[in-house]
């Protein structure tokens, strides 16, 4: 059973040779919950470089063998296409892809934020992960630009968050919240952990690593997290 959890990707059709079965999600640039930045481009120019740039959103890409069947939350607070959920057929396992949308809710910007989307992200998943449907397992995960590492001083905005999502009963699948360790995941900003995988207390994990060898560089800028679960 092969999974894959993508978030800022671009259209996935191209590799539905590998993952047929496939859920996505475009993220807009605009939405009445407060404007995204850098987001996907239903328009034909990224403000940024001035250059033209195809949409991008979250996905859950699955093998052949696995049957997707997608999750519609009763609640939808967070950033249009931070998350795409499913459960995986025959199984009571739901799988969400989940991404750390950077949004501003507010006419005068002075700063954006990632963790506001995270929280809604969690507060609309929360009647499923509290076990109110048939699936019961969950493995949660995405590129949350988000980690304890972040936090600066007395702050714990970061911790909180993900204090907050082991209340669901759910694990880092590395092994480092909340005792430290992080490893980097992202290739462009020093040593910090932003990419995250959690997962039931329930699973038994194998091998969860970060894959620095990956043949990714067209791909991603992100390091893959990688393990496997006895289900």
């Known amino acids: 059973m092969d999974i894959v959890l993508a978030q800022e990707i671009f259209d996935p059709n191209e590799?539905?040779?590998l993952y047929p079965n496939q859920i996505y999600s475009d993220v807009p640039v605009y939405n009445p919950q407060g404007q995204g930045l850098w987001g996907a481009m239903d328009f034909s120019i990224d403000t940024?470089?001035?250059?033209?740039?195809?949409?991008?959103?979250?996905?859950?890409?699955?093998?052949e063998n696995v049957n997707l069947s997608k999750i519609e939350l009763k609640y939808s607070t967070a950033y249009p296409g931070s998350m795409t959920v499913a459960q995986i057929a025959g199984t009571d396992i739901a799988v969400i892809s989940m991404y750390g949308k950077n949004v501003y809710d507010y006419e005068?910007?002075?700063?954006?934020s990632y963790l506001a989307n995270l929280h809604r992200c969690l507060s609309d998943t929360a009647p499923l992960l509290d076990g109110f449907s048939s699936a019961k397992r969950f493995i949660i995960a995405g590129d949350?630009?988000?980690?304890?590492?972040?936090d600066k001083g007395k702050s714990r905005k970061n911790f909180n968050f993900f204090?907050?999502?082991?209340?669901?009963?759910?694990?880092?699948?590395?092994?480092?919240?909340?005792?430290?360790?992080y490893e980097t995941t992202f290739k462009h900003n020093g040593n910090r952990q932003i990419d995250w995988m959690f997962a039931s207390q329930a699973f038994t994990v194998h091998n969860p690593h970060i894959d620095y060898v990956a043949e990714i560089e067209d791909l991603s800028d992100h390091y893959p997290i990688i393990a496997e679960f006895e289900i």
């Not at 005068?108 to 954006?112: D, E, I, L, M, R």
């Not at 949350?144 to 972040?150: C, D, K, L």
């Open 144 to 150: 949350w630009n988000a980690g304890p590492q972040w």
């Open 48 to 63: 940024r470089n001035n250059n033209s740039r195809p949409k991008w959103g979250t996905a859950i890409l699955a093998a």
């Open 15 to 17: 590799l539905r040779r």
């Open 163 to 181: 204090e907050r999502l082991a209340t669901f009963d759910l694990k880092d699948c590395l092994g480092h919240f909340p005792d430290g360790g």
């Open 108 to 112: 005068k910007v002075t700063a954006f």
